[in-house]
């Protein structure tokens, strides 16, 4: 993979297939496994340089999406909000794979479009109930 994201063929990789679902837009074709191989490599290992280049991709792509609302309002920011983790999860891989690619399309974002959000646990757990939930 990194031979790929050093010579540029990253890029290359194949397309995902569109569903009919409007909001839904992939970039990769997961069913590929070097697209397998590049998510495990930033969500396992924390490669930083594959990272790097994922993340420049996903900014290509995401702009290419908002470009119709950024073209009639230049002032307009959107966020960029990483799925959180369990903070056994945080404990054992040390980061968050959804916030390590965040940081890295903001990196990208030269015409400042994005706010990123940090993830921050301030909820209880879901399907959990509450003392009173119970009753």
């Given amino acids: 993979m990194e031979k790929m994201a050093d010579t540029g063929n990253i890029h290359a990789l194949p397309s995902a297939e569109f ?3 409007s909001f839904i837009h992939p970039v990769f074709n997961y069913r590929d ?3 397998r191989a ?3 490599a930033i969500k396992y290992k924390r490669n930083n340089k594959l990272a790097e280049v ?4 996903l900014y290509e792509h995401i702009l290419g999406q908002l470009e119709d609302y950024s073209l009639f309002d230049n002032q ?3 966020i960029l909000s990483p799925v959180p983790i369990s903070k056994k999860k945080m404990q054992e891989k040390g980061f968050n794979q959804a916030e390590l690619l965040c ?3 903001v990196e990208n974002d030269t015409g400042n479009l994005f706010d990123h959000i940090r993830c921050f646990r301030k909820n209880k757990k879901h399907g ?8």
Avoid: C, M, S
């Fill in 38 to 40: 590049l998510v495990w």
């Fill in 76 to 78: 307009k920011k959107f």
């Fill in 19 to 21: 569903d009919n679902y």
């Fill in 33 to 35: 496994r070097r697209v």
């Fill in 54 to 57: 994922a993340g420049e991709i």
């Fill in 128 to 135: 959990t109930p509450n003392h009173t939930q119970k009753r």
């Fill in 103 to 105: 940081e890295k399309i």
